[in-house]
């Protein structure tokens, strides 16, 4: 059953990109362990199970431990050390830092929740803000939209993960550009109960959908 619409943010939020969530602290490691230092516990499904961990906790199993936890006294991500990545081939053909590889480990866990309902919030916040600013007269443009971004965050204050985000989207560009795309590839993204706009249904002039 459909239970609702999909929504999505303005297009000119993807236009201004990831430099909406703000500026990156230059020292990343310090940073990611800042915003990393909470033990509150939180719930994720990840790899067809659902754990309960904290982000403090997450970042010392991956710099420290080499895995994200035990279940049943069984590894569910494998012992292996950041470190251990840091010889890879694809590390070195994309020049990953070490602040990049423990964000890609701490994406592939349970944090991505985290992560992931905070980029979603900070959208949902900025949409909420440019119908309120903008009301169903005034054009919307990139002005409004990085007002909008800033009165957000503003409001999310507290729930930061931007240093740790924009490290994450940087090891993701630089492995794009060492990566192979096979010909044909299909990218599916699952979602429950919603209906979908029609760009999804519709391709477009360069035959895209989604």
Not at 11 to 16: A, D, G, Q, S, Y
């Amino acid at each position: 059953v459909l239970s609702r619409d999909m929504t999505l943010g303005h297009p000119l939020c993807f236009e201004i990109g990831i430099d909406a969530l703000g500026f990156m602290d230059l020292d990343c490691e310090a940073a990611i362990s800042r915003e990393h230092a909470s033990t509150a516990r939180f719930k994720a499904w990840n790899n067809d199970m659902e754990r309960e961990t904290s982000p403090a906790e997450q970042l010392q199993l991956v710099l420290e431990n080499g895995w994200a936890g035990k279940i049943n006294n069984k590894d569910y991500r494998g012992n292996v050390m950041c470190e251990d990545f840091e010889t890879h081939a694809m590390t070195k053909a994309a020049s990953l830092l070490k602040a990049e590889l423990v964000m890609l480990r701490l994406y592939t866990g349970p944090m991505y929740k985290l992560y992931n309902t905070l980029l979603r919030d900070l959208l949902h916040h900025v949409k909420q803000q440019v119908e309120e600013m903008t009301g169903a007269t005034q054009e919307v443009t990139t002005a409004v939209v990085r007002v909008a971004f800033a009165v957000a965050r503003e409001k999310l204050a507290g729930r930061g993960y931007t240093t740790s985000v924009l490290v994450l989207v940087s090891a993701l560009v630089k492995l794009r550009t060492v990566s192979d795309l096979p010909p044909n590839r299909k990218v599916f993204r699952g979602v429950s109960g919603l209906n979908v706009p029609d760009c999804f249904k519709d391709e477009d002039e360069r035959g895209n959908r989604g």
